[in-house]
C-alpha cells in the first residue's frame, strides 16, 4: 500500500493568510474606487438635455433641482464657486461670477432632496461666507500691484457693505421660474431688464441693490442668424450678449450715488456655460492684449491657469464669445467648426505665458457697429438718466 504524503500544515496557512490578504486588498481598492467622491466631479453642463430633465423633482413635485448644489462651502469642490473675474482700484467695485445663489435642497451634496419650491431662498449669508474664505486669493491676469490692492480690500469683506447687484443670466422656461422667483423674492419683488430706462433700485437684507434678468443662451450651431440674433438683438427685453458684457464693463467702473462700493455678482444655474461665456467675453473687452484661448483658459480654471476643477464653457457658449470676440477686433479663434458646433482652430496672438502677465487695464468707452439687419433701440447705461 502506498503510504501519502501528509500535507504541510504550515505552508497550507501562510498561503491561505497571503490569498485572505490580496483579497482585502482588493476589496480595499474597489471599495475606495466606487465610494470616496472623485476629486474632479463630472461636470453637469446647464445645456445639456440630461441635465435639464426634472428627474430631480422637488417635495412638492411643481418643479425640480437639476442637478443644482446648495450655494455653500461644503460644496465648493462641487460647483463653479464665487470667483472675483475684475476689481476696481478707483471705485472698489467687485466682479464676481458664480452659480445659482439660491438654497433648494436640505443639505450638503446633490443628492440631497429637493425642498418644496416655496423654501426655496436666496443664499445670502452662504455667498457671503464663500467670498470672505477666498479673502486672499486674486486672478492670476491680475499685476501684482492689483493683486494686492484686492487681497487688501477682501479682508474685512462685508456683503452688506455693497451695494448688490444680481444679474441672473437664466431662461425663462422650466424650473428657471422658481429659481428665479427665490432671487426676486429676496429683492422684495423688484427687479430689471435690459429694455428699461434704469436700474429699478430694491433692497436686500439691509442693505440696497438690484436684480437684473438678463436671459443668456448660447449657439450650438454657430450659424449667423443665431449669433446675429443672440449677440446683437434685445429679446423679449433681455439683454443681448454684447449689452450684458458692456452693462457689466460699466457698472464695474461706476461709483454708487450711495458712496457705497458695488459688488456685481452675474451667474446661471451651474455657474458653467452661460456664466462663462460672459466671462470670456468680459476678458476679452477688458484686456485687448488676452487671446481667445487664454481667456477660455483663465474662464474653466475660475480665474487661474489650473485648477481641482474644469469648468469649460460649452461650445454653444464659446461660439458665441469669439464672435464678440472678432466684433471688438479681439484676439480670437481664426476658424470655425459650424458642422460639431464648436469653435477651434488657431488662435491670433500669444499663447498663455507659464506665469501668467496680462494685466486686466480699465478699458477706454468704444462704440460697437450693429449689423444693420439687426439695429435695434439699445439701452445705453453711459447715457441714462441713473447709470446703469
Not at 61 to 78: A, H
Not at 152 to 180: C, E, K, P, T, V
Not at 191 to 201: D, L
Amino acid at each position: 500500500m502506498t503510504e501519502k504524503t501528509p500535507i504541510k500544515k504550515p505552508a497550507f496557512r501562510w498561503i491561505s493568510l497571503v490569498v485572505l490578504a490580496v483579497v482585502v486588498v482588493a476589496v480595499a481598492v474597489f471599495s475606495w474606487a466606487v465610494l470616496t467622491p472623485s476629486q474632479n466631479p463630472v461636470q453637469a453642463p446647464e445645456n445639456d438635455a440630461a441635465a435639464m430633465s426634472c428627474s430631480d423633482s422637488s417635495a412638492d413635485g411643481s418643479t425640480c433641482c437639476k442637478n443644482i448644489f446648495n450655494l455653500q462651502e461644503e460644496n465648493r469642490n462641487q460647483m463653479a464657486s464665487p470667483t472675483v473675474v475684475d476689481y476696481s482700484e478707483a471705485t472698489g467695485n467687485l466682479l464676481i461670477r458664480g452659480p445659482e445663489p439660491v438654497i433648494l435642497r436640505s443639505g450638503a451634496g446633490n443628492q440631497k432632496g429637493c425642498l418644496n419650491s416655496n423654501e426655496w431662498h436666496f443664499a445670502y449669508d452662504e455667498l457671503n461666507g464663500m467670498i470672505r474664505h477666498e479673502k486672499d486669493v486674486a486672478p492670476a491676469y491680475f499685476s501684482d500691484s492689483k493683486k494686492a490692492a484686492l487681497i487688501r480690500d477682501l479682508q474685512d469683506f462685508n456683503l452688506s457693505d455693497y451695494q448688490f447687484i444680481d444679474i441672473s443670466l437664466l431662461n425663462a422656461g422650466d424650473s428657471n421660474a422658481a429659481l428665479f422667483a427665490a432671487e426676486k423674492n429676496a429683492y422684495g419683488g423688484s427687479f430689471s431688464t435690459c429694455s428699461g430706462s434704469a436700474k429699478i433700485p430694491s433692497t436686500i437684507r439691509s442693505g440696497t441693490g438690484n436684480l437684473i434678468w438678463s436671459n443668456t443662451i448660447g449657439c450650438p450651431g454657430n450659424d449667423d442668424t443665431c449669433i446675429n440674433n443672440r449677440l446683437w438683438t434685445d429679446n423679449d427685453g433681455f439683454c443681448s450678449y454684447a449689452d450684458t458684457v458692456n452693462n457689466i464693463s460699466a457698472m464695474l467702473k461706476q461709483k454708487d450715488p450711495s458712496g457705497k462700493k458695488t459688488l456685481i455678482y452675474y451667474h446661471c444655474n451651474h455657474g458653467a456655460d452661460r456664466t462663462g461665456g460672459i466671462t470670456i467675453g468680459y476678458l476679452l473687452k477688458a484686456n485687448p492684449a488676452m487671446t481667445f484661448d487664454d481667456a477660455v483658459t483663465y474662464t474653466t480654471y475660475l480665474g487661474q491657469t489650473t485648477a481641482i476643477n474644469r469648468w469649460t464653457p460649452e461650445p454653444g457658449a464659446q461660439n458665441l464669445a469669439n464672435a464678440y470676440c472678432k466684433s471688438i477686433n479681439g484676439l480670437c479663434r481664426v476658424s470655425d467648426n459650424t458642422e460639431a458646433g464648436t469653435v477651434s482652430g488657431t488662435t491670433v496672438g500669444t499663447v498663455l505665458p507659464t506665469v501668467p502677465s496680462t494685466v486686466i487695464v480699465t478699458p477706454q468707452p468704444t462704440a460697437t457697429t450693429i449689423p444693420s439687419q439687426t439695429a435695434v433701440t439699445r439701452y445705453n447705461p453711459a447715457t441714462s438718466g441713473n447709470t446703469f
